[in-house]
């Protein structure tokens, strides 16, 4: 674990350092890449394949992680509500960024020239804020799903231990139905908001590439009403289930806190 966690944090503090340029606009080009044409468009590419590193090792390291602090004497459910807590602020976090930008497009309707460029830079500043924040959402996600998957197992070992006492017994399932049926709500809404950001940026980012190939052009504003249009409502349906999962998430803590 020790080796591994040695490896695991050089990459991560690698691919931080990756996406820190990228929130600053600056081009990222992964090991083993040519740099494009257009620095710009590779940008949201590179971001994704580090989430991709991020996400891969994050759930057998959460799970030791987990482990050593069980051997501790450290609560599962108390960890999964930190978790918790930790993945409502992140969705919510997720929610404002994405309205922000989908706001930011909205906004280009009737301008021209100058006011129209500067409106252009805040449309890609909301966009990298909004990716940022995706990002967070995922690893929190993982994060949030080690730990439900401790609680579970042991409040089915702490069910089991009670198997012979059958008012214990009657109350331990009656609260385990619950938080598994509140467990369930939160995984619906995070998977679909997990499904509704990934394409909502993919269209915020061509917008804003678009607009900025001429910033100061009303008439090609006013060309891409359209599939402006289309990547605002994608921003407004993924910040809704952004707000669905962090609803989720506290009535999952009330279950908990029960």
């Known amino acids: 674990m020790a080796a591994g966690g040695k490896e695991f944090r050089v990459k991560f503090d690698t691919i931080a350092k990756r996406a820190h340029r990228f929130r600053r606009g600056a081009h990222v080009v992964m090991p083993g890449a040519e740099r494009p044409a257009n620095p710009g468009a590779a940008a949201p590419i590179a971001l994704a394949v580090a989430i991709v590193f991020?996400?891969?090792?994050?759930?057998?390291?959460?799970?030791?992680?987990?482990?050593?602090?069980?051997?501790?004497?450290?609560?599962?459910?108390?960890?999964?509500?930190?978790?918790?807590?930790?993945?409502?602020?992140?969705?919510?976090?997720?929610?404002a960024a994405m309205r922000e930008a989908g706001a930011a497009l909205?906004?280009?309707?009737?301008?021209?020239?100058?006011?129209?460029?500067?409106?252009?830079?805040?449309?890609?500043?909301?966009?990298?804020?909004?990716?940022?924040?995706?990002?967070?959402?995922?690893?929190?996600?993982?994060?949030?799903?080690?730990?439900?998957?401790?609680?579970?197992?042991?409040?089915?070992?702490?069910?089991?231990?009670?198997?012979?006492?059958?008012?214990?017994?009657?109350?331990?399932?009656?609260?385990?139905?619950?938080?598994?049926?509140?467990?369930?709500?939160?995984?619906?809404?995070?998977?679909?908001?997990?499904?509704?950001?990934?394409?909502?940026?993919?269209?915020?980012?061509?917008?804003?590439?678009?607009?900025r190939a001429a910033p100061t052009s009303a008439a090609l504003a006013a060309s891409r009403a359209g599939a402006r249009a289309q990547a605002v409502k994608a921003a407004q349906d993924a910040a809704h289930a952004l707000a669905r999962a962090s609803d989720n998430a506290a009535e999952f803590s009330a279950v908990l806190n029960e």
């Open 106 to 211: 909205e906004a280009v309707e009737s301008l021209d020239g100058e006011a129209l460029a500067r409106r252009i830079a805040r449309i890609r500043g909301a966009a990298d804020n909004a990716a940022l924040a995706a990002q967070q959402f995922r690893l929190s996600s993982g994060s949030l799903a080690a730990a439900t998957s401790r609680y579970f197992s042991d409040r089915d070992d702490e069910l089991d231990l009670y198997r012979d006492e059958n008012r214990r017994t009657v109350q331990l399932g009656a609260r385990l139905r619950a938080a598994r049926s509140a467990h369930l709500s939160l995984s619906r809404s995070n998977d679909e908001a997990q499904a509704l950001s990934p394409p909502a940026l993919r269209l915020i980012d061509a917008e804003a590439a678009a607009l």
């Open 54 to 95: 991020i996400m891969l090792p994050i759930a057998g390291c959460a799970s030791a992680v987990y482990d050593s602090l069980g051997r501790r004497g450290v609560d599962s459910t108390e960890i999964l509500l930190k978790r918790l807590a930790q993945f409502e602020t992140d969705a919510r976090a997720g929610e």
